[in-house]
């Protein structure tokens, strides 16, 4: 059992950055992949951002490639999301989510969850 709590959102103005956390309990942390997904009102949750068991590799959704920066320090059992040059249509609520398959994947069939946290972007 992995368990996985988000923080770090809030309000925040357009070009403005932001980091979020994920904190994961568990002993298998270090062998899952790791994700970010986002939801915003009236839309299914997309994806966002995954990074491999050792932080070697990551993948980008096209939306967020080179402006969010996915990382993770498996001795604090913690994934981040650095957030920079935000724009209003970067307004969801962001999900971690740990998976134990053996690549790191976009779909939305991961093993664990967060509760997610609520990040706004005004214009």
């Known amino acids: 059992q992995v368990q996985l709590v988000e923080s770090g959102g809030g309000l925040v103005q357009a070009g403005g950055s932001l980091r979020l956390s994920c904190a994961a309990s568990?002993?298998?942390?270090?062998?899952?992949?790791m994700g970010w997904f986002r939801q915003a009102p009236g839309k299914e949750r997309e994806f966002v951002a995954a990074i491999a068991r050792t932080g070697s590799s990551t993948y980008y959704d096209d939306s967020v490639k080179g402006r969010f920066t996915i990382s993770r320090d498996n001795a604090k059992n913690t994934v981040y999301l650095q957030m920079n040059s935000l724009k209003p249509e970067d307004t969801a609520v962001y999900y971690c989510g740990a998976d134990a398959g053996s690549y790191m994947k976009r779909t939305l069939n991961y093993d664990y969850w967060g509760q997610g946290t609520q990040v706004t972007v005004s214009s």
């Open positions: 568990g002993r298998t942390f270090s062998r899952c992949n």
